[in-house]
């Protein structure tokens, strides 16, 4: 791993988060405006740049099925072993569920697929969203009934819940890689230049978000730090162990502990806040984890990442 690259290419990721940080603290940026950025990044620049990055790749089309199938077994597996740490930790019954889906949804998409193709190419962006792909079937079917109310309210799954605007870009991206469709040089081009502002934007609207977290209490939760140490250093750690252990390659070793290794995601507020569960714990989880993976991430990947 060239340390100089990793270093310039974090440092750029979070020179943007800081902008969009101080254009919140400045009301540049506000709520408002926020929320219609993500909107557009989730709905049009994401689903663009996926597009880009799929249409006309050569490559063996099994190898693609691999990874969403190692993927799934990857959000599988963090899924039973939250569980058990919070359990063996004895995380506050009132937390519980919030730390458990911190630990399966982080931040992949705005850190991880742009971190992971500055590192490895434009390939390694759409391969670390076929790993992910796990990620858009469980948010919208655990991550409800997991944040179901705790009243007993019971939630009732629809095909709208499941049929997000990332989720159905996603099928259709894959469908087409599958089909080995191409596009015209022209259309390409324009997905391309809609796509180059998914980074950006979503590094902006990260950095906003952590604005609007009160700082001293973000920072005086003991239990934000505790499920930071797990999520950032002891599942990558673990990540890297199985994947020595049943020999897998040291590229697609990477990507599955860049995907171990990201902090939480702001998708669990969003999600929090539609089923009116308490989201103190969630945001200031996602404002810790991700100031201290300036931090872990280069030590992560120095230490892990072959």
């Given at each position: 791993?060239?340390?100089g690259l990793l270093l310039r290419t974090l440092l750029k990721l979070y020179a943007v988060l800081l902008l969009g940080f101080v254009m919140a603290k400045t009301k540049i940026l506000d709520a408002h405006a926020n929320r219609c950025l993500s909107v557009m990044v989730v709905s049009v620049t994401y689903p663009a740049k996926l597009l880009w990055s799929m249409l006309g790749q050569p490559g063996d089309r099994s190898e693609a099925?691999?990874?969403?199938?190692?993927?799934?077994g990857i959000y599988l597996a963090v899924l039973v072993l939250s569980k058990g740490i919070s359990r063996l930790i004895r995380v506050p019954e009132d937390r519980r569920r919030e730390f458990e889906c911190l630990m399966v949804f982080t931040n992949t998409g705005f850190i991880g697929a742009p971190l992971a193709q500055?590192?490895?190419?434009?390939?390694?962006?759409?391969?670390?969203?076929?790993m992910n792909f796990a990620y858009y079937i469980l948010y919208n079917t655990y991550?409800?009934?997991?944040?179901?109310?705790?009243?007993?309210?019971?939630?009732?799954?629809?095909?709208k819940d499941v049929l997000t605007p990332g989720f159905v870009m996603t099928v259709l991206a894959i469908v087409?890689?599958?089909?080995?469709?191409?596009?015209?040089?022209?259309?390409?081009e324009i997905l391309a230049m809609v796509g180059d502002m998914t980074t950006p934007l979503s590094m902006i609207i990260l950095g906003a978000s952590l604005a609007a977290y009160p700082f001293r209490q973000s920072i005086g939760d003991p239990w934000t730090y505790v499920y930071s140490a797990v999520k950032l250093l002891a599942m990558p750690a673990l990540a890297f162990g199985v994947t020595r252990l049943i020999g897998l390659g040291s590229y697609h070793s990477a990507l599955s502990i860049l995907t171990c290794s990201m902090p939480a995601g702001s998708m669990v507020l969003m999600l929090a806040l539609k089923m009116n569960r308490d989201d103190a714990f969630i945001s200031r989880s996602i404002f810790v984890s991700t100031l201290l993976s300036a931090i872990t991430l280069p030590a992560v990947i120095l230490l892990f990442v072959r």
């Amino acid at each position: 791993m060239d340390i100089g690259l990793l270093l310039r290419t974090l440092l750029k990721l979070y020179a943007v988060l800081l902008l969009g940080f101080v254009m919140a603290k400045t009301k540049i940026l506000d709520a408002h405006a926020n929320r219609c950025l993500s909107v557009m990044v989730v709905s049009v620049t994401y689903p663009a740049k996926l597009l880009w990055s799929m249409l006309g790749q050569p490559g063996d089309r099994s190898e693609a099925l691999l990874l969403m199938l190692g993927g799934l077994g990857i959000y599988l597996a963090v899924l039973v072993l939250s569980k058990g740490i919070s359990r063996l930790i004895r995380v506050p019954e009132d937390r519980r569920r919030e730390f458990e889906c911190l630990m399966v949804f982080t931040n992949t998409g705005f850190i991880g697929a742009p971190l992971a193709q500055s590192l490895f190419g434009d390939a390694a962006f759409y391969q670390m969203t076929l790993m992910n792909f796990a990620y858009y079937i469980l948010y919208n079917t655990y991550g409800i009934t997991a944040l179901a109310p705790r009243d007993g309210g019971r939630i009732r799954l629809t095909a709208k819940d499941v049929l997000t605007p990332g989720f159905v870009m996603t099928v259709l991206a894959i469908v087409l890689f599958l089909l080995r469709a191409d596009a015209p040089p022209t259309v390409k081009e324009i997905l391309a230049m809609v796509g180059d502002m998914t980074t950006p934007l979503s590094m902006i609207i990260l950095g906003a978000s952590l604005a609007a977290y009160p700082f001293r209490q973000s920072i005086g939760d003991p239990w934000t730090y505790v499920y930071s140490a797990v999520k950032l250093l002891a599942m990558p750690a673990l990540a890297f162990g199985v994947t020595r252990l049943i020999g897998l390659g040291s590229y697609h070793s990477a990507l599955s502990i860049l995907t171990c290794s990201m902090p939480a995601g702001s998708m669990v507020l969003m999600l929090a806040l539609k089923m009116n569960r308490d989201d103190a714990f969630i945001s200031r989880s996602i404002f810790v984890s991700t100031l201290l993976s300036a931090i872990t991430l280069p030590a992560v990947i120095l230490l892990f990442v072959r």
